[in-house]
């Protein structure tokens, strides 16, 4: 892939998102906040930073929400403006500007891997990348950008690996393979969900992948796996076994935004990084603690 410009991301955000209900009856789970920045524009504020253009949104019924997020709020604007609130008028502007936002749908919710393969035709015959909404890299080198590097220099697959508590493997893709070099690891075997106690490894795949467009041929041909679904891992295991996957331990931190306190302890990091925020927080949380 050497050759290659990887200029598209998929990001899936079809999901029910039914752990964080009653937040998500009426509120795309993506647009859940970090403070006070969607969660999902994080992930495209990753995906631009790392130099990608354009993004398609995989998304589903009832989740318009989302692509106005990322449309001009024209309304918003003008009155911010005629109240002389230009900075913040500014500051929604900038956020219609950051990419192209293409949208496909996922009529049902057959799995990750099928979202995937709704993305096909937005995509092309070209290696693009997939961002999961519920990871959170924390990283002054994109966590995406890592993986492209390392795409481009292999000429193969990349997805990020992280090591979990043993006790954990069973909510993840786990990674079996050999070192290849500093964070790396040519993976030989993958699985979606092992049963606790049946794979050696404790790699379990995050949300950030970059791939080559014959995925799309494999995941058409790919059966629904763990819980019935079509799983994006499953399509990778063959690109694994070909020898066409890298994994590559990211640099920065992780927060896994799809669970409550996961999403509880990505605000408090993100809150502390904020000057204005971060004093009261500790106050309160001294005081919370005593
Ligand atoms: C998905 C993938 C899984 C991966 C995880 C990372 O699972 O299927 O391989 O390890 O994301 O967050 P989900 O969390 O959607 O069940």
């Not at 080198?141 to 043993?166: C, F, H, M, N, Y």
């Not at 063959?238 to 605000?267: F, P």
Request: overall charge neutral.
């Amino acid at each position: 892939m050497a050759d290659w410009k990887i200029r598209k991301v998929v990001i899936p955000a079809a999901g029910l998102g039914t752990r964080f209900l009653p937040a998500t009856k009426a509120i795309p789970k993506e647009l859940l906040p970090i403070v006070d920045v969607p969660t999902l524009q994080l992930v495209v504020e990753e995906a631009v930073a790392a130099g990608f253009t354009d993004v398609v949104l995989v998304n589903g019924r009832g989740k318009s929400a989302i692509e106005d997020h990322f449309d001009i709020a024209f309304e918003m604007e003008t009155t911010l403006r005629a109240r002389g609130k230009t900075a913040q008028a500014d500051g929604l502007r900038a956020i219609a500007n950051l990419a192209h936002v293409h949208s496909v749908r996922q009529k049902e919710p057959l799995g990750l891997g099928h979202a995937v393969l709704c993305a096909e035709a937005a995509v092309g015959d070209e290696p693009f990348a997939v961002m999961l909404g519920d990871d959170l890299i924390d990283s002054v080198d994109p966590g995406i950008g890592q993986l492209v590097r390392v795409a481009q220099e292999t000429g193969k697959g990349a997805v990020a690996l992280l090591a979990v508590p043993e006790r954990e493997t069973s909510l993840y893709g786990i990674a079996t393979g050999k070192s290849a070099g500093a964070r790396r690891t040519a993976i030989e075997h993958l699985v979606e969900k092992p049963k606790p106690g049946t794979v050696k490894s404790n790699l379990a795949i995050i949300g950030r992948y970059v791939l080559p467009p014959d995925v799309f041929a494999i995941l058409r041909k790919v059966k629904p796996g763990a819980g019935g679904e079509v799983q994006l891992t499953d399509a990778l295991a063959q690109l694994a076994v070909e020898g066409r996957l890298i994994g590559v331990e990211l640099e920065g931190t992780r927060h896994d935004a799809g669970d409550r306190l996961g999403y509880l302890k990505a605000n408090l990091a993100y809150a502390m990084k904020r000057p204005e925020l971060r004093d009261g927080l500790i106050a309160y949380m001294r005081e919370l603690v005593r």
